[in-house]
Each structure stands twice: as structure tokens, then as C-alpha cells.
């Protein structure tokens, strides 16, 4: 059935899926290798569609600059959409990209760094393609900061807008135009996402 929270992509549930582990669903993924799939708080499979290559080449662009920017400062780990985290919700989701801090990362051990990593990324960076509808990842912007995002960008190349979550506040900051730099804050000190290059 067609899912009504993620446009452009599947949803599967029942009673198998709901009993399936964690390492029952990597399992699953690990079989499926050319599926986009994410898994919902209920434990119901999203099987996404792969993007065009036009948001390809733009998550591209975004994950270099992020990932140069973290090569200068050695202060965490990036990950790019194929990376998933076991969030405290139950769900397992997938960012276009997102930053974790060298701390975080080291707790884990050997094999929670092999699978889905049990946490949520202090960043996270979804890119809306042309199939995505903004209403509802902006939802999906909203889950990533109760499940402890400390910043969340959502990228929307179509309206050139950029839409900044933070915890605690109400609404998210709107900015508008790609002749903007986004600015990492307090939490990617010195990161600047220079929008410009994603037209």
C-alpha cells in the first residue's frame, strides 16, 4: 500500500514485519542492497524509490562540502544517504546526509558501528527531490529532532528554500534564495553549506 507519510515510496506492515529484530531488518536491507528502505517507529518497511540524478549529483555536492569541512576539523564522522541509525523511537532512518561526533562514535562498539548505529546524529540533512512533498518531510524533520538532532536542515532545490529545525522552537527558520550559505552553528563550528552550488 502506498505510504501516506513518505511520498514516492511504499509502506509495508503486518504482523511479520512488526515481530521482525533489528538484526532481522539489517538482515533484510543487507539482501536488498538496491532498495532504499527505511523503517517507521511502528516497525512498517518504507521502500523508497532510488532518486534522479539530478538530486544524486546534488547530495553529491553536499555530503563534499560537509565532508571537507569535517577533514579540517577531525571533530566527528559524516555519513551520507546509505547510512542508517537505529533512532530511541523504534524507527530506522537514513538522512541524505549527517554528522556525528567523534565521542558518540567511538562509544559504540565494533559491531553497533557495522550495522545501523543505535543513536541519532546530532545533524541531519534531507534533500527533497522532485517527487518529495515538503509537507511531508518537514513531519519527517520534526521526528529527527524529538529522537535528539541538535540541527536539521531540510533542502528543497525546486523553491530554493532551506528550512532550519533546532530543538525547542516552535517553527523552523525559513531562508529563502540559494545565493545563501547555511551556517553549522554551535554544532558543525565553521561549517557553511554554500547553497549556490546546488543549482
Known amino acids: 500500500m502506498r505510504n501516506p507519510f513518505e511520498s514516492g515510496g511504499i509502506l ?17 536491507c543487507q539482501q536488498h542492497p538496491d532498495l ?32 571537507l ?11 551520507d544517504s546509505n547510512g542508517g541509525f537505529r533512532l530511541p523511537d523504534g524507527s530506522m532512518r537514513a ?15 565494533l559491531e553497533q558501528q557495522k550495522k545501523f548505529a543505535p543513536l541519532c ?12 512533498s515538503v509537507t511531508d518531510l518537514q513531519a519527517k524533520m520534526l521526528d529527527w529532532l524529538s529522537n535528539g538532532a541538535q540541527l536539521a536542515w531540510l533542502i528543497v532545490p525546486e523553491t530554493e528554500t532551506a528550512y532550519i529545525y533546532r530543538p ?18 554551535a554544532v558543525l563550528p565553521g561549517f557553511r553549506l554554500r547553497l549556490a552550488e546546488l543549482l
Open 168 to 185: 525547542g522552537q516552535p517553527e523552523p527558520e525559513v531562508v529563502q534564495g540559494f545565493d545563501n550559505e547555511l551556517s553549522g552553528e
Open 95 to 109: 538522512p541524505d546526509a549527517a554528522w556525528l561526533a567523534n565521542a558518540r562514535w567511538n562509544a559504540l562498539t
Open 12 to 28: 509495508l506492515g503486518g504482523s511479520y514485519l512488526e515481530r521482525m529484530s533489528d538484526d532481522e531488518f539489517f538482515d533484510f
Open 36 to 67: 532504499r528502505i527505511e523503517r517507521t517507529a511502528n516497525h512498517e518497511i518504507i521502500i523508497m524509490s532510488p532518486t534522479g540524478s539530478l538530486s544524486s549529483q546534488r547530495n553529491a555536492e553536499i555530503n563534499f562540502q560537509l565532508s
Open 69 to 79: 569541512w569535517n577533514r579540517e576539523r577531525r571533530l566527528g564522522r559524516v555519513f
Open 121 to 132: 546524529p546530532e545533524f541531519v540533512l534531507e534533500l527533497a527531490s522532485e517527487t518529495d
